[in-house]
């Protein structure tokens, strides 16, 4: 299974919003609606923000939401904060009953 | 409070076999639903999904790499174990475990607990 196609980058000043793609086939993405998102900052564990597409654990940010459209998902994060700076993966059950991670977007807040 | 630990080798020899073991409190391998899973991340690059153990003895396993892999439990030592056969200087990466909450959906795995994270290195 191929790893899930996300931009290398995305940038965004404070108070905005931006939204980070994820895109991957009828097999994982497209198939099912268990996606999630993780944020890891550098030198820490990865922290799941976004699971079942869109739905957030307790505790995440409000600012942070997830969706999903054919074979691509998204996450979207307002009012955007210096605390967000941070790497974010998209991951997705497969039809191999198995998961697969994107390959990572760096989030640079200006 | 859930906490999980990963330990094992730093530096493995290519061929060698690694094993590695994550040791977890705050919750048992024991309750219906509940699984660990294997990440591991080269220096710099993207995470890579590796393996996952339910509390039935259920295992799954990253297709491309499968046949290196073995994911195993000790419920009453509260750890779960990863080999991996023949490794390669490719295989370098911080390798995780983490806490898979429960989930309707079997092999659908969402980690909310990770570990800290162990750098293994294959070298000569």
């Known amino acids: 299974q191929s790893a899930l196609t996300q931009p290398a980058s995305v940038s965004g000043s404070p108070g905005q919003s931006i939204t980070i793609s994820c895109t991957g086939t009828?097999?994982?993405?497209?198939?099912?609606?268990?996606v999630s998102w993780y944020q890891q900052h550098p030198g820490k564990a990865p922290k799941l923000m976004i699971y079942d597409v869109g739905n957030r654990p307790s505790g995440v940010s409000d600012r942070f939401s997830g969706s999903k459209s054919g074979n691509t998902a998204s996450l979207t994060i307002s009012g955007l904060q210096a605390e967000d700076e941070a790497d974010y993966y998209c991951?997705?059950?497969?039809?191999?009953?198995?998961?697969?991670f994107g390959g990572g977007t760096k989030l640079t807040v200006l | 409070q859930i906490t999980l630990k990963e330990s094992g080798p730093t530096l493995v020899k290519p061929t060698q076999t690694l094993t590695l073991t994550c040791t977890f409190s705050g919750f048992s391998l024991s309750t219906s639903g509940v699984g660990v899973g294997w990440i591991r991340q080269p220096p710099g690059k993207a995470l890579e999904w590796l393996a996952l153990?339910?509390?039935?003895?259920?295992?799954r396993y990253s297709p491309s790499l499968k046949s290196r892999l073995t994911i195993t439990k000790d419920t009453s030592k509260n750890q779960v174990v990863l080999t991996v056969t023949n490794m390669d200087p490719v295989d370098t990466a911080t390798y995780y475990c983490?806490?898979?909450?429960?989930?309707?959906?079997?092999?659908?795995?969402?980690?909310?607990?990770w570990g800290q994270g162990t750098l293994v290195t294959v070298s000569s």
């Open positions: 991951n997705s059950y497969t039809s191999s009953g198995t998961q697969v």
């Open positions: 983490a806490h898979s909450r429960i989930t309707m959906i079997r092999g659908v795995s969402y980690f909310d607990y």
């Open positions: 153990i339910y509390w039935d003895d259920d295992k």
């Open positions: 009828s097999s994982d993405v497209g198939g099912y609606n268990f």
